[in-house]
């Protein structure tokens, strides 16, 4: 049977290479859609290494000067930023406050580069005062985090996650090594300083900034004590609040931060808030092209039924004489339909041929080797599931051929 469905095919290959087209079309469109899916749901159910609730983002917008006298107001800037970090402290609603570049679902990132082996290990990066922690109640795994006792240390601390120890260090213990290469005394042009060891004193669970979209990355988080000379002006708070506070609050907060820094400005939102306008942003531009794609696999499908439906009113003859020869309607519904699958499997075929040259091409690179041959299991069924449906009713027309048809038929 399958063997003269293969011929069958075969001596209609003009008419089939058409729906061959469109098939391999519609899988190219559908692979993208679905990776895009996949990839983002396979990142949702990852951990994100913090507790956004209860979260307050509090950009603060301090009015600089520029030149060297930058340099020299810095640490007025800061005497001042320690201030208004004392002020949230006083109030009661207040759990915890840290200061920090960068909080969760903040657009924008810091990101670094270390040369391993001769190649490079890129990962994002932040800086951020010691109670950062408790605002986003990161859970350390190993080792410890920073505090007071790296005070005047030699070296920079910092806290790694796990995706960058293992980028980094492979499957040794990061505890204790320095995350850069250091540069040697003797090869460094004159009146340049050696860098810092920057040491990993503990290590996080996997650290996910941009939220539960995003994907798995590596994350190290730098020590500002608002102490030494090169520390950055931290650009936001991060300040959790007790469970219940409403908005309220918030008039009161800026009341008092402005009273304490009346030449700054300050914006405060939930970082609930932030997380839903970032979520919007990855997930409205896949439901647009998922809608596109939807029209588009729409209009396939009623291109596949009309090209049926003319093929089988065409085949008229074919099929009266194969019911007159004692062919039942249950074969060639049979006859039908598996043409149809065997036409669909050639373009599924070259289909799949090509989007697994896509990682070869660094083309949709994004996506793990899993996530990848789920993308193309669930557009394989999907293609037959669209084709298999499409070939329905023009199969169901084949079997309502009389025998008697075919003696009239011109």
């Known amino acids: 049977m399958f063997k003269h469905i293969c011929k069958l095919v075969w001596n209609r290959k003009r008419v089939n290479f058409l729906i061959i087209l469109e098939i391999f079309i519609s899988f190219l469109v559908m692979f993208s859609v679905i990776v895009l899916t996949v990839y983002y749901a396979d990142n949702y159910r990852q951990p994100l290494g913090f507790d956004y609730q209860n979260v307050w983002y509090l950009q603060v917008e301090a009015i600089e000067k520029s030149g060297t006298a930058e340099k020299q107001d810095r640490p007025q800037q800061i005497e001042k930023f320690k201030r208004v970090m004392a002020a949230v402290r006083e109030f009661g609603e207040v759990e915890a406050v840290a200061g920090a570049q960068y909080l969760p679902y903040m657009n924008g990132n810091w990101s670094s580069c270390n040369d391993v082996n001769g190649k490079p290990v890129c990962y994002w990066a932040n800086a951020v005062t010691d109670d950062y922690r408790d605002v986003m109640r990161i859970n350390i795994v190993r080792g410890r985090w920073f505090g007071k006792e790296d005070d005047g240390a030699n070296y920079k601390p910092l806290i790694i996650n796990r995706q960058l120890a293992k980028e980094r260090f492979g499957n040794e213990d990061p505890i204790g090594k320095a995350l850069n290469q250091l540069d040697k005394q003797d090869s460094l042009p004159e009146g340049k300083r050696a860098r810092v060891e920057e040491r990993v004193v503990g290590m996080v669970d996997d650290f996910r900034k941009n939220g539960e979209f995003a994907e798995l990355k590596g994350y190290a988080i730098y020590r500002n004590s608002l102490r030494e000379a090169d520390d950055r002006l931290p650009r936001v708070l991060g300040v959790r609040v007790h469970p219940g506070v409403t908005a309220a609050f918030e008039e009161k907060l800026l009341k008092r931060l402005q009273n304490e820094a009346s030449d700054w400005s300050f914006t405060i939102k939930p970082?609930?808030?932030?997380?839903?306008?970032?979520?919007?942003?990855?997930?409205?531009?896949?439901?647009?092209?998922?809608?596109?794609?939807?029209?588009?696999?729409?209009?396939?499908?009623?291109?596949?039924?009309?090209?049926?439906?003319?093929?089988?009113?065409?085949?008229?003859?074919?099929?009266?004489?194969?019911?007159?020869?004692?062919?039942?309607?249950?074969?060639?519904?049979?006859?039908?339909?598996?043409?149809?699958?065997v036409i669909t499997t050639c373009g599924a075929l070259i289909g799949t041929l090509v989007v697994v040259q896509f990682p070869l091409l660094d083309f949709l690179g994004f996506a793990t080797p899993k996530v990848y041959a789920y993308a193309i299991v669930i557009s394989l069924l999907l293609?037959?599931?669209?084709?298999?449906?499409?070939?329905?009713?023009?199969?169901w027309l084949a079997t309502k051929v009389h025998p008697a048809e075919a003696l009239h038929y011109e």
């Open 271 to 341: 970082l609930t808030q932030m997380r839903e306008e970032m979520h919007q942003q990855s997930i409205v531009p896949l439901t647009a092209f998922a809608v596109v794609a939807g029209f588009l696999m729409l209009m396939v499908g009623l291109g596949l039924i009309g090209v049926l439906w003319q093929s089988v009113t065409q085949r008229t003859k074919e099929i009266g004489l194969r019911r007159a020869k004692g062919a039942t309607k249950q074969r060639i519904y049979r006859q039908i339909l598996g043409e149809l699958l």
């Open 383 to 395: 293609i037959y599931a669209l084709t298999a449906v499409c070939g329905l009713y023009p199969s």
